[in-house]
């Protein structure tokens, strides 16, 4: 019962308001009908050009709908390299193209440190035969001393040699890490 009362009482107190707000704006309530009326009077003009060119109207508009369809809908996807980033064709291709530079960069790394292992297995086994001719020979008689001192020279140029190309490849190597 008591929510009746409330209802009725706060429909009055708003219709109170309608009616002022009604009083004092009359001329403006006037003023909207006028100038609805004239927008309605427009949309009618526009409708009715609609109509009597309908195919004329429809036809562009589909075209353009068609055309916006084709070109604002470019397919995307993730990128490779970038897990959260969306890619088209373009931008794919682009990546791809860069990755592949940076593998072939990687590739000649890999074969010029290849290539070091092999050298250095070569001069190893060198060393080695090296080490197997001179413990053959005798270091009692005038020939024997000769051998030693000049396998001794060699065995200290050879060795050098092995540590000096250690040093310049460890730096080779340290300089394109770098670039």
Known sequence: M??????????????????????????????????ERKYMETLKRIWNAIEHN???IVCP???????????G????TFSPIDQTKLVNARELNT?????????KVMETKFTAAGKDLEEQAVQQEQFKQFLLTLASGSVADWPGLA?????????????????????????????????
């Open 61 to 71: 508009l589909a075209a353009v709908i068609v055309w916006l369809t084709a070109v």
């Open 73 to 76: 809908c470019t397919p995307l």
């Open 54 to 56: 309908r195919f004329t």
């Open 2 to 35: 008591q929510g009746d009362k409330v209802f009725a009482l706060t429909a009055g107190v708003s219709g109170i308001r309608q009616g002022q707000a009604k009083a004092g704006n009359a001329a403006d309530g006037q003023e909207n009908r006028s100038r």
């Open 147 to 179: 051998q030693l001192l000049v396998g001794g020279g060699l065995l200290g140029a050879l060795s050098d040699n092995i540590r000096k190309n250690g040093v310049i490849g460890g730096l080779k190597r340290a300089n394109k890490a770098v670039a």
């Open 95 to 103: 990546e791809y193209e860069v990755w592949l530079a940076q593998n």
